[in-house]
């Protein structure tokens, strides 16, 4: 296999502290090298981010390792994107994505940022998605598919560029959880969030595309850690048996 995200691959990338070392450094116009905006405590936390399709049992995963002592997880902060001061930017974003699709997405930029930031105790950090994934998969679906207009895009993205280039938002490992979009698409009507009612399969195709592309053929965005894949189509039990079998890797994802 040649996959970006393989163990093989791992062992050749930089080491933790290495990776964290280059990362929180900027260069600017004058090469003055500056350091990057950083929560006291943070080089001492392991973080690590599950990613995966819509429905693919992210939350799933982390309820599965919300029972782990050390470890502390932080839910994508979805109640919100539902309703923010009696709005609901999600529902609005199904219903005209190319009026609200902006609207969302700034919201989630915004709401994933303070997700990074959060104050944790625990030494490991487990997050579902990642400001990385907002960015790179779901405005990116947008904007491909002729759905956020131009505008739209580069405002999104000059903040994008803005946070990531002055705050310092580690990430040692990211989970995969990769799916077929069928699955996703069964797991979805039987979960049935009422915004999510609109979503045909279409769209579970082309979020599936732009995790492979960026996850697997590291062909689209940078990828900001190491990469475990685990299939994810298998049944619950299944599922829990595999998450065991990687609870020591994933544990130890800052030694990586
Ligand atoms: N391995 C599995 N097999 C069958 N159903 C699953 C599995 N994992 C999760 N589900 C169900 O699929 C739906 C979506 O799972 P969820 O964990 O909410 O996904 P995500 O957080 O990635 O959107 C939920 O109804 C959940 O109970
Ligand atoms: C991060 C992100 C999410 N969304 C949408 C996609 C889904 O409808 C929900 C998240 O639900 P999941 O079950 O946790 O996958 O939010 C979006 O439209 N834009 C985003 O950046």
């Known amino acids: 296999q040649t996959l970006c995200g393989s163990w093989r691959r791992w062992r050749k990338s930089p080491a933790r502290n290495q990776r964290r070392a280059l990362s929180n450094n900027i260069i600017n116009n004058n090469n003055i090298i ?37 470890i502390e997880i932080l839910t994508e902060p979805i109640s919100k994107w539902r309703n923010v001061r009696g709005h609901n930017p999600l529902g609005l974003m199904y219903q005209d994505p190319r009026r609200w699709g902006i609207t969302l997405q700034t919201y ?23 400001i990385f994934s907002a960015k790179y998969i779901f405005v990116e679906n947008l904007f491909q598919s002729g759905k956020m207009p131009e505008v739209d895009y ?26 077929s979009p069928q699955t996703c698409h069964e797991r979805l009507k039987q979960r049935c969030r009422e915004e999510e009612k609109v979503i045909p399969l279409e769209y579970l195709e082309s979020i599936h595309q732009l ?31 595999q998450y065991e079998e990687h609870r020591d890797k994933i544990l130890t994802a800052s030694n990586l």
């Open 34 to 70: 500056t350091e990057k905006l950083v929560r006291n405590g943070d080089n001492k936390k392991t973080v690590v981010c599950i990613e995966g399709n819509i429905a693919s049992g992210k939350t799933t995963c982390l309820e599965y390792f919300s029972k782990t002592s050390n």
């Open 108 to 130: 989630v930029q915004l709401t994933m940022l303070e997700r990074h930031l959060a104050a944790t105790s625990a030494p490991v950090m487990m997050m579902e998605r990642s």
């Open 154 to 179: 580069a405002v999104l993205s000059e903040w994008f560029d803005w946070i990531t280039t002055n705050i310092f938002l580690p990430v040692d490992l990211i989970v995969y959880l990769q799916t």
């Open 211 to 241: 995790h492979e592309d960026w996850l697997i053929r590291c062909t689209s965005s940078p990828v900001p850690a190491p990469v475990l894949v685990i299939p994810a189509d298998h049944d619950l039990q299944k599922m829990l048996h």
